[in-house]
């Protein structure tokens, strides 16, 4: 077995060998490049959470503007009921208002268009009244060759026109 | 030489040589050869100096490579979080360094590059080597558990809930077992390391032996160690990453003693 065998002659060189190379090992590698891999590590860590927290407060953040513009929305939708409900009772309200003014308006021409209609009528009586008392005279002239006075034949058209 | 007797000898993977005439470089008086076994350290520290270097591109998307890299700290920080506690976590580079050197040298030794001609050296499977790794282990938690508890660390040998009565025997079998840790990590290691490839190594010299001695032997004997070896090939790279994973996690084990107590 070299292993016992060669002991005596080779324990030295083993240890010493040993000792350099594991010395490196754990010098340059273990204490120089590991710490450097495992920061990499601890920083894709760090990293991942900061954007899964960020991810998370953006959600929420997200959830509350939707949740407030839902309600804005709301509101908004009511503030226009009632603007259109207000709109609706003045148009009514001007409408009657008008269609008030409107009718006024048609009853005093109504009733100025009657006056109008009895004064003419009073003064086509007065003319017929005038005619119908010449014609009168006239046709007494003509029939009976006597002259009558226009009064008198005014007050016989009168008494016969007014029963 | 076995090879030259037309068997193999299944210990001979395990010889440590000199390479590049180096027999002689001393310090202090040691001898501090560099050999196959510290060629294949070397190996191991490039291989993982290349996997983590690849991994170092910290982009915020990670690539394949980086992900593989990413995911082995984040085992050996996992382990440590599930083990240690919060306080595990400045043994990451540590025990990292710990389990990734343990698993690319088992990893490397199982390689079949003798296809090409060269032979892979499992330096796990040198206790010399194994021992250095849980002696450096071990000193960390002695360090560690003085220094955060002081002389209070001596509780340890005192479990909870221990009867009065026992008080004599229970802190001597706990010391016992304290000590014991180096070894049982030294050589768990090194015998799993050892005994796997010593296995594989029997069983092909089975199959050599075999095909030379007739077909009837060679499918009688040869195939099935054949299918044998494969079987177990696969199980080696099992025991190759729960050996280091073994290491790694005792090792943790004993660094919460350390730092927590019980």
């Not at chain 1, 601890?42 to 929420?60: F, G, T, V, Y």
């Amino acid at each position: 077995m070299p292993q016992i065998s060669q002991l005596s002659e080779t324990y030295a060189s083993q240890i010493f060998w040993a000792l350099i190379f594991f010395g490196f090992v754990f010098f340059v590698i273990g204490r120089g490049m590991v710490p450097k891999v495992m920061a990499t590590v601890a920083s894709r860590d760090k990293q991942i959470a900061d954007d899964l927290a960020a991810a998370e407060a953006a959600r929420r953040a997200a959830d509350e503007a939707d949740a407030k513009w839902k309600g804005e929305a709301a509101d908004q939708r009511a503030n226009a009921q009632a603007v259109i409900a207000a709109a609706k009772a003045d148009a009514a309200k001007a409408a009657e208002a008008r269609l008030a003014a409107a009718g006024a308006t048609i009853d005093a021409r109504l009733a100025e268009a009657d006056a109008r209609i009895a004064t003419a009528r009073q003064g086509a009586l007065a003319e017929i009244e005038t005619v119908a008392s010449e014609a009168a005279g006239d046709i007494v002239a003509r029939l009976a060759g006597i002259s009558v006075d226009a009064g008198a034949a005014r007050a016989a058209v009168k008494e016969v026109l007014h029963g | 030489m076995a090879a030259e007797q037309g068997s193999v000898d299944p210990m001979h993977q395990f010889k440590i040589e000199p390479l590049f005439g180096t027999d002689h470089l001393s310090l202090f008086g040691h001898n501090i050869a560099f050999t196959n076994s510290s060629l294949w350290m070397l190996i191991t520290t490039v291989a993982i100096t290349v996997f983590v270097a690849g991994g170092m591109k910290r982009q915020l998307v990670p690539g394949r490579w980086q992900m593989a890299v990413e995911s082995m700290t984040g085992f050996i920080d996992n382990l440590l979080a599930a083990n240690v506690g919060p306080a595990g976590k400045k043994y990451v580079p540590y025990i990292f360094s710990l389990f990734m050197f343990i698993l690319f040298a088992n990893l490397l030794g199982l390689l079949p590059l003798a296809l090409v001609g060269v032979h892979p050296f499992t330096f796990t499977s040198h206790f010399s080597v194994t021992g250095v790794l849980a002696i450096l282990s071990f000193a960390i938690v002695l360090i560690v558990g003085f220094a955060r508890h002081g002389l209070h660390f001596f509780s340890l040998f005192v479990p909870h809930g221990t009867p009065v009565w026992l008080l004599w025997l229970i802190p001597f079998i706990e010391l016992i077992s304290f000590l014991v840790r180096p070894f049982s990590l030294a050589l768990r290691l090194f015998v799993a390391m050892m005994a796997g490839h010593v296995l594989l190594e029997v069983l092909s010299s089975f199959v050599i032996t075999s095909a030379n001695s007739g077909v009837l032997w060679g499918s009688v004997v040869g195939i099935p160690s054949f299918l044998l070896m494969i079987a177990i090939c696969a199980l080696e790279f099992l025991v190759a990453g729960i050996q280091a994973y073994v290491f790694a996690l005792l090792t943790s084990l004993y660094l919460n003693d350390a730092e927590n107590l019980h």
